[in-house]
T-cell receptor, first 115, second 114 residues
Framework: DAMVIQNPRYQVTQFGKPVTLSCSQT?????MYWYQQKSSQAPKLLFH???????NEADTPDNFQSRRPNTSFCFLDIRSPGLGDAAMYLC??????????????FGNGTRLTVT | DQQVKQNSPSLSVQEGRISILNCDYT??????FLWYKKYPAEGPTFLIS?????DKNEDGRFTVFLNKSAKHLSLHIVPSQPGDSAVYFC?????????????FGKGTHLIIQP
């Protein structure tokens, strides 16, 4: 089955220690997104790649970076995690965002704990 | 400032009855609306969508209604089944389908009682 895969499912890191979350897709979708979801909150868009074009949300902290080395993979790098960065991180893809009925497909997320 | 609001954090409905989940939005530029369903330890999965040129879209047991003048949409599930117990997110886009991502509400936890 074509899908969006996030690794690891659970990640524990220490305060200030860089961490990388990964996402891969077999859907061959053009767009890949990273969302942050804190407990009982709405998923919040951090940034997205449209092919190789990177689009950062205005309020995404500089502490968060992303890389997309090829169509299939996208990484979220947190340079110096703080306690407030503990959250579920969701990766999503979209095939043709300019068209209707092209919804986002999500992975199962990575739950990040910062100690 | 939340642009998509789901004011009911939880909703309990008896099996077989109708579940109605509500969503309000403030951004008049939104033109595409979606509902996602999320089980614990899984990512959200797409359920149903509606564009702003329509006021109703139906897919099996699921119907979404859009009232643009009130900036309100609702998801009806009938009849409700135990497998419908999940968190439901309302989402909206101003780019016709998600080029700039979706804006989500906080979700409503639907509990179907046997």
């Amino acid at each position: 089955d074509a899908m969006v895969i996030q690794n690891p499912r659970y990640q524990v890191t220490q305060f200030g220690k860089p961490v990388t979350l990964s996402c891969s897709q077999t859907l061959n979708h053009n767009v890949m997104y990273w969302y942050q979801q804190k407990s009982s909150q709405a998923p919040k868009l951090l940034f997205h790649y449209y092919d190789k074009d990177f689009n950062n949300e205005a309020d995404t902290p500089d502490n968060f970076q992303s890389r997309r080395p090829n169509t299939s993979f996208c990484f979220l790098d947190i340079r110096s995690p703080g306690l407030g960065d503990a959250a579920m991180y969701l990766c999503a893809t979209s095939r043709d965002p300019g068209r209707l009925n092209s919804p986002l497909h999500f992975g199962n997320g990575t739950r990040l704990t910062v100690t | 400032d939340q642009q998509v609001k789901q004011n009911s954090p939880s909703l309990s409905v008896q099996e077989g009855r109708i579940s109605i989940l509500n969503c309000d939005y403030t951004n008049s530029m939104f033109d595409y609306f979606l509902w996602y369903k999320k089980y614990p330890a899984e990512g959200p999965t797409f359920l149903i969508s509606i564009s702003s040129i329509k006021d109703k879209n139906e897919d099996g047991r699921f119907t979404v209604f859009l009232n643009k003048s009130a900036k309100h949409l609702s998801l009806h599930i009938v009849p409700s089944q135990p497998g419908d117990s999940a968190v439901y997110f309302c989402a909206a886009s101003a780019s016709g389908g998600g080029a700039d991502g979706l804006t989500f509400g906080k979700g409503t936890h639907l509990i179907i009682q046997p």
